[in-house]
C-alpha cells in the first residue's frame, strides 16, 4: 500500500484485516519484522511549511531527510539533532525519510549538546490503529497544551500510529566548525577528558572515542579558534593534541561518527547503549567487544560483538538500555532488539498500545 | 469557573479518611482542621479558591505511596501540589480532594558533575537547584519567572519554560530520569542518568501532564557550566511590527541568542514610572541577551546591533558591564509587578508563531478597544510565547467575568493564528473550556485515554486540562461509604 494522502492513510489502517508493517524509505530495519502488508507513507512528500524566522519547518512524513537538509541549508538552517543515516551500517538502500527519523527518535553526535530528535518535536499528525486522524502539539516553540502526545509518537517505531505529517525545530548552521583531537587515550582518560570538555562553557557539540578524543566547536570564526584555545589548555595533560580546521574536513569526521562507519565492516552483530559517561569505561572492559564507538561523551556506545552473543547478559547491573540495532533474524528470534523494560513499564507501554492500537496491527510486536 | 460538584460520599467519609492517613504518615502531616485546610485553598490563580478536604506533607516516596494507596481504595480525589505558584489553577483543590504537597521532600539526592546531572526530590524549588551547584559553576537551565518560589514538581507537571528557553529548552528538554507514585500507590522508575528512553517516551509523556498521571517525587535533571559572561542589548522601535520583523531578521542571521523579551508601550510607560529603568519614550522594546567571552559577546552583539540599524531604531543601547546589563533588564523583571501596581490584571499565556506577531498585536489592540479594558503586551518573542496581561478591576461587578472573556478572545487569536492555548503556564482550570479550539474531540479522546491507563478512576486532579463535559463520563462516582 502506497497511499498518497492521509485521508488514504486513514482508510488503509480501518480497512486492514491484519497486521501492517509501517515503512517510510525502509532504510532503519530495526527490531522483529514480522511478516504482513506493508503500508509505505513514501508517497505523502513534500515540505508543507517552511518559516526561517521561527526557525520551524512542517513535512509531510515521506518527505526524504535530504530535500529537507537541502531546503534548509538554503537559508543556512539545519536539523540540529544530526540524524544518523543507517543505511550504510545496516547495508539497506532507499531514501530515509524524515518520518522514519521521527518514528525511530534518531539522533547524532549533536544530541549530546542540543538534544535528541524529541527534543526537536514541535507537533505531529498521525492515524491511529482504529483509522482515526489525530493532531497533536503544533508549530510553535512552546506549547503545553494538554498531553505531549508529540514524544510519545517520536521512537514509537510506528507501533501507535502511523506518522503523516511532522513538524519540527530547526536551528542556524554555524559559520565555521571545527575538532580538537587528543591523541591515543585510554578508555578512563577519554570519558574524563570528554566530561572536562563538555562540563566546561566553551559548548562542545560532539564528543567522541574511538582510539583519540574527538570534540567538536562550532560558531563564529573568532569564537571557535578562541574556545580551541581554552580547550587545548585544559586538556592538553590528557594527551597529544592537533586540530582539523577545515570546516569540510571536521564536517566529514562527525559524518562518520554519525553514521558509525567505523563498526561496518564488522560482519557481526551491532548494538547501541546508552548509559551514564563515567560507566563507560567499565562497560567496555565487561563486554569486550570487536569493536567500539563512544559518541556522547561516552554515554552512548555502539559495540560490534560475535553474531548471537547477548551483551544485556554481561552487563547486568550497569544503568541504562542496549538496542540491538543490526543482527540476523536467527539471532533477533533470541534475542530481543529493545530493552527488556520493568514489569510496571511493560504494562504501561502494553496499555498505551492497547488505547492507541486496540486491534495490535500497527508493527505488531517490533517493539516487545 | 464551573468545579464538579462534591461527592457526598467521600465527604461523608473524611474522618475515616483522616484516620487512614494518619496511620500512615506523621501526625504533623495530616491537615485536616477546616481553619488549617485554608491555606491550600487556591495556588497564584487567586481569583479561584476551594479549601481541600484535608492536606497532607508527606516526606518520603514512601510515604506518597502510602497515601495514594489510601486514596485509591477510598476512591478520593487527590490534587498534587508543588509550591502552589500555578498561575492556570493546576494545584486548585476540589472540597472532596486530598491535597498533596510535596514541600518537606526538598532533598538533593546525588550530584555528578563528570555525569552532569542533579537527583533532587521534587518539593526543592527551581533556584535552589541552582544553588546547589552553583559553587561548582554549574546551574539548571530552566528559570521560570517563579523560580525563587516554584518547585521543581511543578515545573516538571506544566513543562516550564522561562526566558532563557530559546538556547536551553524547556523542562522537558532537561528532564532525565523521574520517580513517580501511580494513583494506585505502585513506585515507578523512568529514566535516569543516561539519556534517551529504551522502549516508549514516558518521561516525555508525564512531563507536561499537569499531575494527572502520577505524582512525582524525585527527579534527574541536567546541569550546566554556566557561559563566561552574558550581557544583552536593548533597541527601541517606534512601532511593534518593526520590532517584531527585527526579531525574525536576526533568528534568520544565524545568532542564536539566550533571550529575546519584548515589551509594548504600555508596559514601557508602566514599569518605568514603577521602576525608573531609564528606557527610552518609544513604542516597542527589546531586550535581547547573548553569550560567551567578552571577545564573543561583543562580536555577537555587533551583529545583532547591525540588523536592528537596518530597522530604524528609536536607539540601540549596548551593555559593556554588569551595572548596565542590570539596568536594562531592571524594567523588564518589574513588569508585572509594576502593573500589579496600577491596576488587577489577568495573564495570558499563548503562544503565536513568530512570523503572525504584527497581526496578532494589532487584533489585540483592537479587542482592547471592543471590551474597553486595556492590555500591555510583555513576552518571550523569540519562541513566540505572548504574556498578554488584561487590566481590569476586581471591585468591579462583572469586570473580572469581561475580562475573561476577552482572554478567551485572545487565545482563540493565538490557535487561529496557528498557535496555541498555553507555552509554559499550563491549562488546569484556566484553559480547560478552550481546549475544544485548539482540539477535536478526538484529538482529546486520545489524550484523555492516556490518563485512563495511568488513573483509571480518574481520581488525580480530574477535573483539570480537559472540559468537564469531555471528561464527565469519566470522572467516576467515588466508592460509596461504607
Known amino acids: 500500500m502506497t497511499p498518497t494522502t492521509e485521508t488514504d492513510v486513514a482508510e488503509a489502517i480501518a480497512s486492514a484485516t491484519g497486521p501492517v508493517r509501517i515503512e517510510g524509505g525502509g532504510t532503519r530495519p530495526i527490531g522483529k519484522q514480522v511478516a504482513s502488508d506493508t503500508l509505505s507513507v513514501a508517497a505523502l512528500s513534500g515540505i508543507s511549511l517552511y518559516e526561517p524566522g521561527a526557525l520551524t519547518v512542517v513535512a509531510k512524513a515521506g518527505t526524504p531527510v535530504a530535500e529537507i537538509e537541502e531546503t534548509l541549508a538554503k537559508e543556512n538552517q539545519r536539523l540540529a539533532f544530526e540524524p544518523m543515516d543507517h543505511r550504510d551500517l545496516l547495508g539497506t538502500a532507499g531514501v530515509p525519510t524524515i518520518g522514519g527519523v521521527v518514528a525511530g527518535n534518531v539522533s547524532g553526535p549533536r544530541r549530546i549538546a542540543v538534544g535528541a530528535c524529541r527534543d526537536f518535536m514541535l507537533g505531529v499528525r498521525f492515524v491511529d490503529g482504529t483509522g482515526t486522524i489525530l493532531k497533536n502539539g503544533g508549530r510553535v516553540m512552546k506549547n503545553v497544551t494538554g498531553y505531549d502526545l508529540v514524544k510519545l509518537l517520536t521512537g514509537a517505531h510506528g507501533t501507535l500510529g502511523v506518522l503523516t505529517e511532522v513538524s519540527l525545530k530547526v536551528l542556524p548552521m554555524p559559520e565555521t566548525s571545527a575538532t580538537l583531537h587528543v591523541h591515543d587515550l585510554s578508555p578512563l582518560d577519554a570519558v574524563a577528558a570528554m566530561s572536562g570538555a563538555l562540563g566546561s562553557p566553551f559548548e562542545v557539540t560532539g564528543a567522541a572515542y574511538n582510539g583519540d578524543v574527538l570534540l567538536r566547536v562550532e560558531g563564529f570564526e573568532a569564537s571557535v579558534s578562541y574556545r580551541l584555545s581554552e580547550l587545548t589548555k585544559k586538556l592538553g595533560h590528557y594527551g597529544q593534541i592537533s586540530q582539523t580546521n577545515d570546516p569540510e574536513a571536521s564536517a566529514e569526521i562527525w559524518q562518520s561518527i554519525r553514521d558509525v562507519q567505523s563498526l561496518q565492516a564488522h560482519g557481526s552483530d551491532v548494538w547501541k547503549l546508552s548509559v551514564k559517561p563515567s560507566s563507560a569505561p567499565a562497560v567496555l572492559e565487561m563486554i569486550q567487544a570487536e569493536q567500539t564507538l563512544l559518541d556522547w561523551g561516552g554515554g552512548l556506545i555502539w559495540a560490534a560483538l560475535p553474531a548471537g552473543r547477548d551483551l544485556r547478559a554481561q552487563i547486568k547491573d550497569v544503568n541504562g538500555h542496549a538496542t540491538l540495532v543490526r543482527a540476523s533474524a536467527e539471532t533477533l528470534a533470541a534475542i530481543p532488539a529493545f530493552h527488556p523494560e520493568t514489569p510496571v513499564v511493560a504494562k504501561i507501554g502494553a496499555e498505551l498500545r492497547r488505547k492507541f492500537d486496540p486491534r495490535d496491527i500497527l508493527n505488531r510486536g517490533l517493539m516487545a | ?482
Not at chain 2, 332 to 352: E, H, N, P, V
Open chain 2, 1 to 482: 469557573m464551573e468545579m464538579p460538584t462534591p461527592d457526598p460520599f467521600v465527604l461523608a467519609k473524611k474522618a475515616r479518611v483522616v484516620a487512614r492517613l494518619r496511620s500512615v504518615l506523621p501526625a504533623d502531616a495530616v491537615i485536616s482542621d477546616d481553619r488549617e485546610v485554608k491555606a491550600y485553598e487556591c495556588d497564584a490563580l487567586t481569583a479561584y479558591k476551594c479549601p481541600p478536604m484535608v492536606a497532607v506533607l508527606p516526606s518520603t516516596t514512601q510515604e506518597v505511596s502510602d497515601v495514594l494507596r489510601v486514596c485509591h481504595e477510598e476512591g478520593v480525589p487527590v490534587v498534587p501540589r508543588g509550591s502552589g505558584t500555578s498561575l492556570a489553577g493546576g494545584a486548585l483543590p476540589t472540597a472532596d480532594c486530598v491535597i498533596l504537597g510535596v514541600a518537606r521532600m526538598n532533598d538533593v539526592l546525588e550530584t555528578n558533575y563528570p555525569d552532569r546531572y542533579i537527583r533532587v526530590q521534587t518539593g526543592r524549588t527551581n533556584l535552589s537547584v541552582t544553588g546547589a551547584v552553583e559553587e561548582n559553576d554549574f546551574f539548571y537551565a530552566p528559570d521560570p519567572s517563579s523560580q525563587l518560589a516554584c518547585a521543581i514538581a511543578g515545573n516538571i507537571a506544566m513543562n516550564s519554560g522561562g526566558a532563557h528557553c530559546l538556547k536551553y529548552g524547556v523542562t522537558t528538554n532537561n528532564l532525565m530520569g523521574v520517580t513517580m507514585v501511580m494513583m494506585d500507590g505502585e513506585i515507578v522508575e523512568i529514566g535516569g542518568a543516561h539519556l534517551d528512553a529504551g522502549g516508549l517516551d514516558l518521561l516525555g509523556l508525564i512531563c507536561g501532564s499537569e499531575g494527572q498521571l502520577g505524582v512525582v517525587t524525585e527527579a534527574t535533571l541536567r546541569i550546566l557550566h554556566k557561559p563566561e559572561g552574558a550581557r544583552p542589548v536593548l533597541m527601541a522601535f517606534n512601532d511593534n511590527e518593526v520590532a517584531g520583523a527585527c526579531v525574525a531578521d536576526i533568528i534568520k542571521a544565524g545568532v542564536l541568542p539566550v533571550a529575546i523579551e519584548f515589551m509594548d508601550r504600555l508596559c514601557i510607560e508602566t514599569t518605568e514610572a514603577y521602576a525608573q529603568a531609564g528606557y527610552p519614550d518609544c513604542h516597542a522594546l527589546l531586550i535581547v541577551e547573548v553569550e560567551g567571552s567578552d571577545a564573543e559577546i561583543d562580536e555577537q552583539l555587533s551583529k545583532i546591533t547591525a540588523i536592528a540599524r537596518k530597522h530604524d531604531p528609536v536607539e540601540l543601547r549596548e551593555s559593556k558591564s554588569a551595572q548596565e546589563s542590570a539596568a536594562i533588564w531592571l524594567g523588564r523583571k518589574s513588569a508585572f509587578g509594576a502593573i500589579g501596581q496600577i491596576s488587577d490584571y489577568m495573564c495570558l499565556d499563548g503562544t503565536i508563531p513568530v512570523s503572525s506577531l504584527p497581526m496578532v498585536l494589532k487584533r489585540i489592540g483592537e479587542l482592547s478597544d471592543e471590551y474597553g479594558l486595556k492590555v500591555g503586551n510583555v513576552f518571550h518573542a523569540g519562541d513566540g510565547n505572548m504574556h498578554p496581561l488584561i487590566l481590569y478591576d476586581a471591585n468591579k461587578d462583572g469586570d473580572l467575568e469581561l475580562c475573561e472573556k476577552m482572554g478567551a478572545d485572545i487565545l482563540r487569536l493565538c490557535v487561529e493564528a496557528g498557535g496555541c492555548l498555553t507555552g509554559e503556564h499550563g491549562v488546569g482550570i484556566e484553559k480547560r473550556d478552550l481546549m475544544f479550539d485548539q482540539f477535536t474531540p478526538q484529538d482529546l479522546e486520545a489524550q484523555m485515554a492516556v490518563k485512563d491507563v495511568f488513573d483509571p478512576q480518574w481520581l488525580l486532579n480530574p477535573s483539570k486540562v480537559f472540559p468537564l463535559s469531555a471528561s464527565q463520563s469519566r470522572r467516576a462516582p467515588a466508592i460509596a461509604a461504607e
